[in-house]
């Protein structure tokens, strides 16, 4: 029977036997090869930091976030059955799924995302990410030459970067509290890469000719460099907040910089696009987007650790404890 890892609590990882449906006429069937853990909101969950008063937004989530939950959304395997009348996809095609960590699972055929024949099973993880880090990207607009402001380079603030090299906006300047995480940025094209322990403002204001950036990203899970984003921000600026904090209180200051540079602060969320982008973009151009990006940017060089799938617990203590030391955490099926 197929194992998948669970959230029995709060820290308290379970490997269970996870029975799935058979095929119908509109399914396939996956089997896992390598899934990708995140950093971001799967350890928010891991720690029960997630609010237990909203549902899950994938429908491959089990359980919810108050106990126990199946929580992840980056598998990539090969779909070993099709149903019936399934035309897109066919047995042996490596595939992407939002997903939680399983070796085996059924799902509708138009939900997978199939990947290039010839693209390394690992870079697929990062399908999930490259899909936040585009539409973080487009909420955020930033122009030519305009300065922007990364806080955090985990895995998706380091992609953040990677997209916002492409684009052209100048000076990229980007803050991390880990060493490790510093040197990434560098590689991934930033211009300026700050430690968080010195004055951050005083820094980017530095950069900027005492202007500020045009656009600021807070992507640390850190409620506290939200602040640093507001006062780092030039007027008519933009605060882009793609960390998502769940339980965590945010408590910010906006009786200073705030209203006299008339700041804009916007959310952005994966699992919808900015309304205003509407109807030239939409999840399909998105996907398509993030298919060839899978194959253009240096990914597989961020993978630092691998485990089994029965390690699985090993895997979110070393992210829990050790985040300074790893940037992708995958864990192996084969």
């Avoid at 803050?175 to 211009?191: K, N, T, V």
Wanted: glycine letters at 8%; hydrophobic letters at 45%.
């Amino acid at each position: 029977m197929p194992e998948a890892v669970w959230f029995g609590g709060p820290h308290r990882v379970e490997i269970r036997q996870e029975p799935v449906a058979s095929v119908g006429p509109d399914d396939v069937r996956v089997r896992s090869v390598v899934s990708g853990v995140s950093a971001g909101s799967e350890l928010l969950v891991y720690r029960g930091d997630a609010p237990s008063d909203i549902p899950p937004d994938l429908p491959t989530v089990g359980g919810d976030f108050g106990f126990p939950v199946k929580f992840a959304y980056a598998s990539v395997g090969r779909v070993i059955e099709v149903g019936s009348r399934v035309a897109r996809l066919a047995v042996d095609d490596l595939v992407f799924v939002h997903h939680p960590h399983q070796t085996e699972y059924v799902v509708p055929a138009d939900t997978p995302m199939r990947l290039p024949d010839d693209l390394p099973p690992d870079v697929g993880v990062f399908a999930a990410n490259l899909e936040t880090a585009v539409t973080v990207v487009l909420d955020a607009h930033p122009r030519l030459g305009e300065a922007v402001l990364v806080a955090g380079q985990g895995v998706v603030g380091l992609l953040i970067t990677m997209l916002l090299r492409r684009l052209g906006t100048t000076p990229i300047v980007t803050a991390d509290l880990h060493e490790r995480r510093r040197a990434a940025s560098a590689s991934a094209g930033a211009d300026h890469v700050l430690r968080v322990d010195v004055d951050l403002v005083d820094a980017v204001l530095g950069l900027t000719e005492g202007r500020g950036v045009d656009v600021a990203v807070e992507a640390s899970g850190n409620p506290a460099a939200l602040q640093a984003c507001i006062d780092a921000s030039a007027y008519g600026g933009t605060i882009v907040v793609a960390s998502w904090y769940g339980t965590r209180n945010v408590s910010l200051d906006l009786g200073a910089r705030f209203h006299r540079r008339r700041l804009r602060v916007v959310s952005s969320q994966v699992s919808t696009l900015d309304s205003a982008l509407a109807p030239r973009w939409d999840r399909a151009r998105r996907s398509s987007l993030v298919a060839g990006l899978l194959q253009e940017l240096p990914l597989e060089e961020l993978i630092t650790h691998r485990f089994p799938l029965d390690r699985a617990a090993e895997a979110y203590e070393l992210l829990d404890h050790g985040a300074g030391e790893c940037l992708q955490v995958v864990l192996d099926y084969v």
